[in-house]
Structures are given as structure tokens and as C-alpha cells.
């Protein structure tokens, strides 16, 4: 079955950096859009950064030049490198890949202290 494995998470202090790694498995991983969501408390997912089979990738404006999206086809593995945080990007960070189905991981916690 299809599996997204998230890991990186934890406490930062602002201005600090995480990097977030998902493993995924049960999918032909180099053809998939892999993709950062996050959720925090009362709000909506959002949609963080993506980055398509072909490299290119897409940021939200709060976290451009700020979070790199980047992908390892032979490690199936999607990363997220999160510098100058700050408390706003407090949240549970989702993984998800996204071909003609879209799957999800389980969600790692990001908490950053002021």
C-alpha cells in the first residue's frame, strides 16, 4: 500500500532551521507532483511548496526565499529545508503526492518558539 513517512519535526527557536524529509513507498515516486502542506490550530491546510516530477516548484509568498523543496527520485524521498522560521510557521507539516490520485502522510509537528 501506499505509504508517506514524515520525519524532521520538532522545536525550534525563531530565526532557527528544520528539515523535513517523507519517505514514500507504494508509489512510482518519479512521476508523482510531491508536495508540503501544513495546518495549524483553527485554520485551514495550506499549501506550502511543491515541486513536480520535472524539478519545478511552486512556493506559498510566506515562506518564498525562506523554505526549499527539493526531491531524491532514488530515495523517493521529498524534503523540505525550512530556514528563518519564525512562530507563524508553528503547525503540523502534511506530505502528500499527487498524480491521478493524491495521497498524504501523517502529519509531522513543527513548533517555533519566539
Known amino acids: 500500500q501506499v505509504q508517506l513517512v514524515e520525519s524532521g519535526g520538532g522545536l525550534v527557536q525563531a530565526g532557527g532551521s528544520l528539515r523535513l524529509s517523507c519517505a514514500a513507498s507504494?508509489?512510482?515516486?518519479?512521476?508523482?507532483?510531491m508536495g508540503w502542506y501544513r495546518q495549524a490550530p483553527g485554520k485551514q491546510r495550506e499549501l506550502v511548496a511543491t515541486?513536480?516530477?520535472?524539478?519545478?516548484?511552486n512556493y506559498v509568498l510566506s515562506v518564498k526565499d525562506r523554505f526549499t523543496i527539493s526531491r531524491d527520485n532514488a530515495k523517493n524521498t521529498v524534503y523540505l529545508q525550512m530556514n528563518s522560521l519564525n512562530p507563524e510557521d508553528t503547525a503540523v507539516y502534511y506530505c502528500?503526492?499527487?498524480?491521478?490520485?493524491?495521497?498524504w502522510g501523517q502529519g509531522t509537528q513543527v513548533t517555533v518558539s519566539s
Open positions: 515541486i513536480t516530477r520535472g524539478g519545478s516548484t
Open positions: 507504494g508509489i512510482i515516486f518519479n512521476i508523482y507532483t
Open positions: 502528500s503526492a499527487q498524480y491521478v490520485n493524491s495521497y
